[in-house]
């Protein structure tokens, strides 16, 4: 189930994989210290997605969200932010491909989710901590087919075990590997590569 404005949104993407990267619109010490913005640690998947043909979406505005964008642009790839006038926070259009622009706040959370083929958390703040909770719930009341969520780091570690460890939460916890947690830049290059390759292969299947 896809709503009208995403769907014409999808229609304008042509890659055939779209990863959605949530972060912060605020540069953080967490961002700032533990590589999560450089080339050669975290960003290290940002080539791999652009060598695959896979675009980035993700929401549109400065600090990681630009950032990623901008080094997706200079390998050659493509990153579409998905922007929306509720906010006043400011982006530069410089670093994307492309921006859409959504008429309010929710439709731009859908958007970002319901594209989205899988999804890669960095650190963030409450709007970041709103948009794993909406993911999650799509995926556990079946909105959306469940779909990998990568955690960066140990970031997101606390919010992840306090949740799991409560019977009434996501059922969508309990679904095999949808939560993936890499310690390091490595074991998250190493898992989106299999990860790549079984999408592809459903694609080619479909």
Known sequence: ???????????????????????????????????????????SFIPLLSVNNIAILNGGYQASMSMISN????????????????FSDPCIK????????????????KTLIWLGDFYIFLPGGIGSLQEITATLWCIDRGFIAPRKLYFLGEYWAPI????SSYSLMFKALKEDNIIQQPKSSEEFINSLIAHIAYLKNSDENE
């Open 94 to 109: 410089e670093h994307y491909t492309n921006l859409f622009f959504v008429k309010d706040a929710f439709e731009r959370l």
């Open 1 to 43: 189930m896809i709503g009208m404005e995403s769907k014409i949104i999808k229609e304008q993407i042509k890659e055939g994989i779209i990863a959605t990267v949530f972060g912060s619109s605020v540069l953080s010490e967490e961002l700032l210290s533990q590589g999560y913005l450089e080339d050669k640690n975290w960003l």
């Open 71 to 86: 080094q997706m642009i200079k390998h050659n790839g493509q990153c579409y932010g998905i922007v929306s006038s509720s």
């Open 160 to 163: 992840l075990n306090s949740v």
